[in-house]
Structures are given as structure tokens and as C-alpha cells.
């Protein structure tokens, strides 16, 4: 990868045009869709001044292969994405960390990954490093829910709508009521 000014490439989903933006140590950020190509450019070169349209390295191309087959619904591992976490804390990395480990279909709560952390206290604090996830997707922060499981937050553009469709390709419980096949609960 280039040690100069941060490439990115569009790439087309299920779910529109996103954007990867790579550097000297790895991806620096996966932009999921805005309104057009134009706003997700721009979004892209404001958070990466200098940032340049270009063909991806050949080692981010299995990523991208990774986030089309994921947004259409096939089985997909981006755990082996090499990310640039160099500008982020060390507790964004942890947090980013423990959201990889969900698998698709899965998810935790904001509490649940606090707790995986150490402290259950901290899952507010979880919900504003997943807010900053600068690697949607690869950081499959769409998978972390509120405890009463609420979608809760989703910064990328059409918030709660598209973490909701996120997690329905994924083939997810986006809901705590029972399924039609979930078995009937214990009498008490």
C-alpha cells in the first residue's frame, strides 16, 4: 500500500455505492452509501484531506469482494481486513475489537460488549466508539443493539433504517418478540 495521501475507490452494493479509503498500514475508513457518488466522495475527502480516486491495491480487493458478498446476503469473513487503527484510542480499538467477533445474524447489546470489556458500566461509552466506527461493516458496529433490543443508534447515512437493513440481509432478530418458530415460553 501507498505511503503517500490515502486512496479510496466506489465499489456498488445491494445497498448502493460505498467507498473504501486505504493508506500505508491499511483501510482507514469504509464510507457506506450517501445520496450519490458525488456526497460520497466529498464525505471521503473532508475526512481525508488529499484523499485520491484510485484502483485499489490488490490485498483490498478480497474486501471488497468480502462487503458486496455480505450486503448480499452470502457468507462473508472480514476479520482478516487489514485496518489502520493507528489514530484511534486504545478503548475504539477494544470495542472495534469485540464487535468483529459478532458473526453475522448475531448481535450483542451495548451492555454485553461493556461487559466483554470488563466494565458493564461502560456500554454508553461503547455506543459513542461504535458511533465513531470508521470501518462500517469490516467493524460490524450494525450488530450491537440496546438491551431492551431497540436498534439503538447508527451514524451512516439513513441511521436506524439501514442498520435495520443491515441486520435483516444478515438474517438477524431485529426485535425481542418471539418468532413464529421461536418455542413458547416456560410457564412460571
Known sequence: MSATAPGFTLFDTEIGRCALAWGAHG?????????DDRQTRSRIQRRFAGAREAA??????????????????????????PLDLARLTEFDRSVYAV????????TLTYGQVAARLGDPALARAVGRALGRNPFALVVPCHRVLSTDGRLGGFSASGGATTKRRLLLIEGARTSTEPGLFDPPPAAS
Open 27 to 35: 483501510i482507514v475508513a469504509v464510507q457506506l452509501p450517501e445520496a
Open 56 to 81: 485499489p491495491p490488490s490485498e483490498l480487493c478480497a474486501v471488497i469482494d468480502g462487503i458486496v458478498a455480505l450486503l448480499e446476503g452470502r457468507p462473508s469473513d472480514l476479520s482478516a481486513a
Open 99 to 106: 464487535a468483529r467477533s459478532i458473526a453475522p445474524g448475531e
